[in-house]
C-alpha cells in the first residue's frame, strides 16, 4: 500500500522486556515522526528524523528509549526494561517536508506492558 | 512549552453544523492542523491552515483562525452521523514537530 506502516500492531510484553516496533514510512518521504498516544490523551512528540539522523530527540522520556533509522526510510524504536507506564499506542508519521509540512500517519503499535 | 487546550466533548444533531475549538499558546507557529480518529484507526488529517491566513474553506469543512486571541476552529457542516470520532488540533512545533490537544470527542445524533 502507499500509507505508512507499523509492525506489529499489537505487542505484548513483560516489565523488563525489550522490544522493539518497526515503521515504514511512505516512499520518499525524508521526514520521520514518532510520537506516543496514552489512553485519552493526544499524540505526545518522541523524536523526529530527517534522513538518517535524529534532528530532534527532544521528547524521548528517558534513556531506555532509542531509535534508529539507518537507511534513511524505516524506522526501530526500541525500548529496554520496559515498565507498565510505557504502555500505549506508539505512532509513526512520515513527512515529505513540503508546503504545510502534512504527516500522514501509521496506524500504530499497541503495546502492553504486564 | 507549548500547550494546546480543546474542550472534551460536543454532541450535535445529524443535519446541524459542529464547531470545534481549540486554543494555543505558542504564537510562532507556521502550521496549525485539524486530525481526525476513529475507533482503532489512525490519525487523519483532514485540513491545515497557514498562520497568515484567516480562514480555509474545503467542502464542509471550514477552519478560522484568530492570530490574536491563539484560537482556532473546525467547523462541519450538515454533520452527518460519520463525522463522529475524535478530532485533534495539533500546532506545528521546532522542526515541524506537532503538538496536539487532548481531543474533543464529537458525537452525532440521529
Known amino acids: 500500500g502507499a500509507g505508512v506502516s507499523q509492525t506489529p500492531s499489537n505487542k505484548v510484553t513483560e516489565k523488563g522486556k525489550y522490544v522493539e516496533l518497526r515503521c515504514d514510512p511512505i516512499?520518499?518521504?525524508?521526514?520521520l515522526y514518532w510520537y506516543r498516544q496514552s489512553l485519552g490523551q493526544g499524540p505526545e512528540f518522541l523524536i523526529y528524523?530527517?534522513?538518517?539522523?535524529?534532528?530532534?530527540d527532544s521528547g524521548l522520556p528517558n534513556d531506555r528509549f532509542f531509535a534508529v533509522r539507518p537507511e534513511g526510510s524505516v524506522s526501530t524504536l526500541k525500548i529496554q526494561r520496559t515498565e507498565r507506564g510505557d504502555s500505549a499506542v506508539y505512532l509513526c508519521?512520515?513527512?515529505?517536508?513540503?508546503?504545510?509540512?502534512?504527516?500522514?500517519f501509521g496506524p500504530g503499535t499497541r503495546l502492553t506492558v504486564l | 512549552g507549548e500547550d494546546v487546550e480543546q474542550s472534551l466533548f460536543l454532541s450535535v444533531r445529524e443535519g446541524d453544523s459542529s464547531v470545534i475549538n481549540c486554543t494555543y499558546t505558542?504564537?510562532?507557529?507556521?502550521?496549525l492542523y485539524w486530525y481526525k480518529q476513529e475507533p482503532g484507526a489512525g490519525l487523519q488529517l483532514l485540513t491545515y491552515?497557514?498562520?497568515?491566513?484567516d480562514m480555509k474553506q474545503d467542502q464542509r469543512l471550514t477552519v478560522l483562525l484568530n492570530k490574536k486571541d491563539k484560537h482556532l476552529s473546525l467547523r462541519i457542516a450538515d454533520t452527518q452521523t460519520g463525522d463522529s470520532a475524535i478530532y485533534f488540533c495539533?500546532?506545528?512545533?521546532?522542526?515541524?514537530?506537532?503538538?496536539f490537544g487532548q481531543g474533543t470527542e464529537l458525537s452525532v445524533k440521529p
Open positions: 516512499s520518499g518521504h525524508t521526514a
Open positions: 491552515i497557514f498562520s497568515n491566513m
Open positions: 505558542d504564537s510562532s507557529s507556521t502550521y
Open positions: 528524523f530527517q534522513g538518517t539522523g535524529a534532528a530532534d
Open positions: 508519521a512520515s513527512s515529505s517536508g513540503g508546503s504545510g509540512n502534512e504527516q500522514f
Open positions: 495539533a500546532v506545528g512545533g521546532p522542526g515541524g514537530k506537532l503538538i
